[in-house]
């Protein structure tokens, strides 16, 4: 499998045929953006943490804005690691805790959402700045 960061901020995965769904769901997540949960999901990861741990980093670093539930948090664990963005790990063989890290696509997707986020910001603030036509309160 390769992955390559294309110019026109997109993902394209070169695959296997049991990988396209893969491919079609990456791009899209790429042109909509991430919802919360994932976002701050993989911001957790930005080191490797077992799920509950996660669940604690995440309301952290939200400041309070997003708490997963368990079932949120696993279901969304499981399609990262079916689309390779994370990938769960073994710290010792005596932990029976999952533990997850990002996969290098994974460190490239959360890139990808913050320039795609901070683009957003620039240019709403250029729009507001020069009183486009919408009536900001």
Known sequence: ??????????IQVLFRHRRYAFSLLLSSVMSVGLSADYEYILLALRQCRHGYAIMQDVEKISRGSVALDPG??????????????????EISASDRRKYYVLTNLGEKVVKQEYERLLSLVVNTQELIEEGDEMKWK
Do not use: H, P
Request: aromatic content about 8%.
């Open 72 to 89: 949120t948090l696993y279901g969304a664990l499981s399609k990262l690691q079916k689309q390779d963005v994370i990938k769960q790990v």
């Open 1 to 10: 499998m390769i992955f390559q960061l294309c110019e026109m901020e997109e």
